[in-house]
């Protein structure tokens, strides 16, 4: 009875982690890397390096201005890091929410990159913000590519794109 009741907290506890932006990420990431706002980035006046840990179709359908597409399937360090030698570079990685761009961003910091962020919420909070997105013809478009229709829900401006 004892451990039925352990594993019905847990599911409830891991559910209602989930309403929130901040419940989805800690059950997701560990906290190894900083996050940065979205307003943070939007308005740093430092050189900064985005780097985009999304799939190419999903970077194709929008993404931050001159953000850099690394993806997260097909993620190489060494071809990322020999784009950027200076290791003080500020560099903000994100992705959709922001999970799959920690693990990402974690590498770059195991490979001695010391100034590395997560964008909290991804390209979907940066878009709920009323900052643009761009298609890869660099046009200001309003889609995004939601990655799932699970993780969908939390784009709430924007057309919703699946596949």
């Known amino acids: ?4 009741i352990v594993l019905v907290l847990l599911f409830v506890f ?4 989930q309403e929130t932006l ?7 990431n560990n906290n190894s890397v900083p996050y940065i706002s979205v307003q943070e980035l939007a308005a740093s006046k430092t050189k900064t390096i985005v780097l985009d840990a ?3 179709k999903e970077f194709e359908i ?3 201005k001159d953000a850099i597409h690394v993806g997260f399937d097909s993620f190489n360090l060494k071809n990322t890091t020999q784009k950027f030698n200076e290791k003080q570079l500020a560099i903000v990685v994100y992705c959709s929410l922001g999970v799959r761009s920690e693990d990402i961003a974690e590498q770059l910091k195991k490979a001695g990159y010391s100034n590395v962020k997560n964008l909290y919420g991804g390209i979907f909070e940066w ?3 009323g900052f643009p997105v ?11 590519h939601t990655y799932s229709i699970e993780w969908g829900k ?10």
């Open 1 to 4: 009875m004892g451990n039925l």
């Open 14 to 17: 891991k559910c209602h982690s």
């Open 22 to 28: 901040s419940g989805l990420l800690n059950t997701y």
């Open 54 to 56: 999304r799939e190419l």
């Open 62 to 64: 929008s993404h931050i």
């Open 127 to 129: 878009k709920n913000s």
């Open 134 to 144: 761009y298609d890869i013809k660099n046009k200001e478009t309003d889609s995004i």
């Open 154 to 163: 939390w784009l709430k401006k924007g057309i919703k794109v699946y596949d």
